[in-house]
């Protein structure tokens, strides 16, 4: 079974970083990744296709605005508003702790702070997906 991942960030070093990342895991599925360099272009692609994870970063373009830099937290409630129900992590360079817990107010399912613990990544994603092996017997 694949699991579709949509990673929204305008840096495409970093969504390279985390696709190679997620081939390496060893969930028992495969990853498909998704990038979206805006949030024009996420809201798109979620107005259009279904996720089962989706990786946010907390600041992304929006193309064509006289304001080019919004907050994430813009796109979470829009994703919300349009019934996506796939785990949403928040990705940010910055430590914000009040953004943060605003973040998980608006359905959040975690926060990812970069340079990325690969660790805590494949633990959250664990707990997000239910997947991960599985004990003897279970």
Do not use: C
Not at 56 to 69: A, E, Q, Y
Not at 84 to 90: H, L, N, W
Not at 113 to 136: W, Y
């Amino acid at each position: 079974m694949t699991k579709r991942v949509l990673i929204v960030d305008d840096e495409p070093v970093l969504i390279a970083l985390l696709r190679d990342i997620f081939a390496r895991f060893q969930h028992g599925h495969a990853y498909e990744i998704t990038p979206a360099y805006s949030v024009v272009d996420a809201y798109d692609i979620l107005r259009r296709e279904q996720f089962d994870l989706i990786l946010l970063d907390m600041v992304v373009p929006r193309m064509g605005d006289p304001w080019p830099w919004i907050q994430g937290l813009d796109l979470l409630k829009r994703v919300r508003h349009l019934g996506v129900k796939a785990p949403v992590f928040m990705m940010t360079a910055v430590w914000n702790t009040e953004k943060e817990a605003e973040a998980l107010i608006e359905g959040a399912a975690g926060y990812l702070h970069k340079p990325f613990d690969v660790r805590e990544l494949n633990h959250l994603v664990t707990l997000a997906l239910g997947s991960g092996p599985r004990a003897a017997g279970g």
